[in-house]
């Protein structure tokens, strides 16, 4: 069976994201997570290109012990120099040997810039000494995939130790199986320089979207499977490819649920599926709801929409005509399902569930329906944080109309009629796909 490897963008609901955004602006975040980890656990979807996973282990392997032991934090901070130091030789290595096959490496057009530079310049040789990301440990290898690496148990993410079954083992199949240079690696360690000739070669073998060897799939597929649901998603997904590049991943995950109807086993993942499912369909009608009074208060001469109009408007219409049917149906797969691993933490959605009940309420009345949706957004952005300040609401109201507040933020730039238009979340299935594409070796064998 044939996998594609697919790229993915970063997106604002994962763990790993960039901070300080405004982002979930009707707080369905903690129930996506939720319903995420009963599919998928353990994986995120900026992690989603697995050589990373090796490349760390390498980097702590290389750093040795070369620091006192018994001052541990000396200990960590070194070997997290050591990793930053080989990711920015390897990103260098990725754009010199591919120039434009570059795009799965985090901060690549830092490396191309630098790449550039050097050719520019005449330069035979390189150091690490350029800059990858504006913040490396917190947007690179180490913030978007060393928790995910540790949760598969290649590391121990407090003081930057490989486990004997997994770290160990990857980190020498990396360095082993793409031909780590000797004098590459004296200029890790020695925070030195190499060949960009050198660099070049390597960057062929240790590339981003090259295949790899049976000793790293080995790895990949150990870790892929240490966790049974995963590894139990993970096989449903591989029987049920992609089928081509306009098939979304609701659309994909709904072709799952419909072949396990009718069996008796994964029924935790059928029911996690489905719930998914009317989730997503909730969360995509209230959420045009919101797009819709952004949309209408930015392209208002006053910034501001009379009640009064509002009534009049057919978007609004029609999403409280959907919400109360969308909502018992999500509210069916809740109280519907039996499964333990299901069912286990589900309180975790009674928040979301309680602002749909409401909303589904006040759908008769238009103006009572907006105060729902506005006083949620208000306490989930009064909910939030920047630089140590309340963050503000983007929309308020009235006795007589809503108005965008001073923070003008949120929202998207073109104008939003259906739900479908609204991006769902996503849920790590294209991470867990290009764990398969990239283990697929190990498992064959």
């Known amino acids: 069976m044939a996998y594609q490897m697919i790229e993915i963008f970063l997106t604002a609901y994962d763990r790993s994201d960039l901070p300080g955004s405004s982002i979930d602006p009707l707080g369905f975040e903690r129930g996506y997570l939720l319903l995420a980890d009963k599919i998928l656990p353990g994986l995120t979807n900026a992690a989603s290109h697995p050589r990373y996973f090796a490349l760390i282990c390498a980097g702590i392997d290389l750093s040795g012990d070369t620091v006192d032991p018994n001052r541990r934090e000396l200990v960590r901070k070194h070997r997290q120099e050591t990793i930053l130091r080989l990711e920015r ?18 901060g690549v057009t ?30 690179g290898a180490i913030g978007m ?19 004997p079954a997994l770290g160990e083992i990857a980190a020498e199949a990396f360095q082993d199986e793409t031909k780590l240079p000797p004098t590459l690696r004296r200029a890790i360690l020695d925070d030195g320089d190499v060949s960009l000739a050198t660099l070049k070669a390597w960057g062929e073998q240790a590339h981003v979207e090259a295949e790899v060897k049976i000793g790293e799939a080995r790895c990949l597929f150990d870790a892929q ?46 029911e996690a599926i489905e719930c998914i499912l009317e989730f997503e369909s909730c969360y995509q009608i209230v959420t045009l709801a919101m797009e819709r009074l952004l949309w209408l208060c930015r392209h208002h001469a006053a910034a501001a929409v009379t009640f009064r109009e509002l009534n009049s408007d057919p978007i609004l219409a029609t999403v409280m005509k959907e919400i109360p049917t969308r909502t018992e149906r999500f509210l069916n797969t809740i109280n519907n399902g039996t499964e333990a691993a299901f069912r286990h933490d589900l309180d975790r959605l009674s928040d979301v569930r309680r602002f749909l009940e409401d909303a589904s309420i006040a759908c008769g009345n238009a103006r009572e329906f907006i105060e729902v949706v506005i006083n949620r957004h208000t306490d ?24 965008l507040t001073m923070t003008r933020a949120g929202g998207r730039n073109s104008e939003t009629t259906l739900p479908e238009q609204i991006e769902p979340h996503p849920y790590r299935v294209q991470a867990a796909d290009a764990l398969s594409f990239a283990s697929a070796k190990a498992a064959q064998l």
């Open 89 to 106: 030789f390897w990103g260098l290595a990725n754009v010199l040997a591919r120039p434009d096959n570059s795009g799965g490496v985090r």
């Open 110 to 139: 830092y490396a191309q810039a630098w790449a550039e530079e050097l050719l520019r310049s005449g330069a035979t040789r390189t150091t690490a000494k350029y800059p990858l990301l504006s913040r490396q440990s917190q947007y």
């Open 145 to 163: 995939y060393a928790n995910v690496a540790s949760g598969m148990r290649f590391l121990n993410r407090e003081d930057f130790t490989l486990t």
């Open 225 to 270: 499977h240490s966790n049974p649901i995963r590894s139990r998603t993970t096989g449903l997904l591989r029987r049920h490819p992609r089928k081509n590049d306009q098939e979304t991943e609701l659309s994909r995950l709904a072709r799952v649920v419909q072949f396990l109807r009718g069996t008796s086993q994964n029924q935790d993942l059928r």
């Open 380 to 403: 989930i952005q009064r909910g939030k944080f920047d630089r140590g300040r309340r963050k503000m609401p983007w929309l308020e109201c009235d006795d007589t109309r809503i108005n």
